[in-house]
């Protein structure tokens, strides 16, 4: 029912469901991981949090992705959220081979190696206590075992486009 609707949808306005998705504007993080004797990431924009006692976040990885395998057998994971003035590692993270992704990063190991990136504007070492299978991804959830934050400004993304929110002036 609810695909016939999208499809008709999409006919008539020349919408579809992912343009639609991109009106919701997220902040962008890079999920890492440290198994199979190497580090894995990837840019991520489905971070959430589920919970704050005890402190469980979220996000979700597509079943088709190549290091689907390697974030889902890890046992925990990294989420590095982005600063405003780091588009281009968010960039860098969401193509090419892993040792790419990571060549030239400055990296700070967890408690279980999973790679913190240099200068982040927030960061969440995290053990995988729950994964939940939703269409064709994975939802990923964690608890927080260790985090960090600085001042500043996180990297937004709407509408496939990167940008920054800032405050309203009163």
Known sequence: ???????ERHRKYGVNIKDAMSCFTTGVTV??????????????NSFNTVSLDPAMVLWSVRKSSLSHLAFVEAGGYMVNVLGAQQKELALKFAQGTQQERFAGQTLVRGKHQH??????????????VQVVSAGDHDILI?????FGAQAGHGLAYAQRNF????????
């Open 1 to 7: 029912m609810h695909t016939r609707f999208c499809k």
């Open 115 to 128: 790679p913190r990136l240099d200068d982040v504007l927030a960061w969440f070492d995290c053990r995988l």
């Open 31 to 44: 999920v890492t991981a440290h198994t199979q004797g190497q580090d894995w990431g990837m840019t991520c």
């Open 163 to 170: 940008g920054v929110l800032a405050p309203f002036e009163n």
């Open 142 to 146: 964690g608890e927080v075992h260790d």
